[in-house]
């Protein structure tokens, strides 16, 4: 299995909602990260997780708050985002992180849209 | 510090064409270098990768592109161009003394007349 999947593939939210975007993998990577891409713009690092330890925070506001509950699984939580917060939400993984020849494996994407 | 850039925002060429994606690094290690493409609505595939060895790599769907480490290049290049080649590319390095994480390039969008 060489799949990253994300859900859910859309989602619509409000300012005061709280939702959570869900990321896994089963290829025994140990580094997982969460990006931001706006349209015709490269992937933005947000988080990556090394071993399940939170390794980089590319300064993200607290409204986005990221979790790995176990090497296979990756979410990041929503709360009270802003209508500039609406973009592509891609989760990737990689066997291991830091010695930087390891390819990153990508999912499909959220398609987050904040009214 | 470690950075990428790709020469044209859009390249537009014919089916059948020759297809050239061009991409310089900046690194002071030796670097370690990526092409992914993305398709509309979609995430991000590795088309191939330079890490150490032979400079002439070849990926999937016919794409494979050569490190100059004397002009600091790592051009995309497929011989002939298919309609489904239509999509963005983005050229990564890989920034070894920032924890190993992705540098990316701007991104090129290539489209395919018939």
């Known amino acids: 299995d060489t799949e990253v999947t994300q859900t859910p593939k859309h989602l619509v939210m409000g300012m005061t909602n709280k939702k959570s975007l869900k990321c896994e993998q089963h290829?025994?990577?140990?580094?997982m990260y969460w990006y931001k891409q706006k349209a015709k713009k490269p992937p933005e690092l947000m988080f990556v997780y090394s071993y399940e330890k939170l390794s980089i925070n590319e300064s993200v506001p607290s409204r986005f708050s990221p979790e790995c509950p176990n090497s296979s699984l990756l979410n990041l939580h929503l709360h009270a985002l802003q209508p500039e917060d609406s973009a592509l939400y891609l989760c990737?993984?990689?066997?291991?992180?830091?010695?930087?020849?390891?390819?990153?494996?990508f999912g499909p994407g959220t398609r987050l849209t904040v009214l | 510090a470690q950075s990428v850039t790709q020469l044209g925002s859009h390249v537009s060429v014919s089916e059948g064409a020759l297809v050239l994606l061009r991409c310089n690094y900046s690194s002071s290690v030796p670097p370690y270098l990526f092409w992914y493409v993305q398709y509309p609505n979609q995430g991000l595939q590795l088309l191939l990768k330079y890490t150490t060895g032979a400079t002439l790599v070849k990926g999937i769907n016919g794409f494979e592109a050569e490190f100059k480490k004397s002009e600091t290049s790592f051009h995309l290049t497929k011989p002939s161009a298919h309609m489904s080649d239509a999509a963005e590319y983005f050229c990564?390095?890989?920034?070894?003394?920032?924890?190993?994480?992705?540098?990316f390039g701007q991104g090129t969008e290539l489209s395919v007349k018939p």
């Open positions: 290829m025994g990577h140990r580094a």
């Open positions: 990737a993984s990689s066997q291991e992180g830091k010695r930087g020849y390891n390819e990153q494996f």
């Open positions: 990564a390095v890989s920034a070894l003394r920032e924890g190993g994480k992705l540098i």
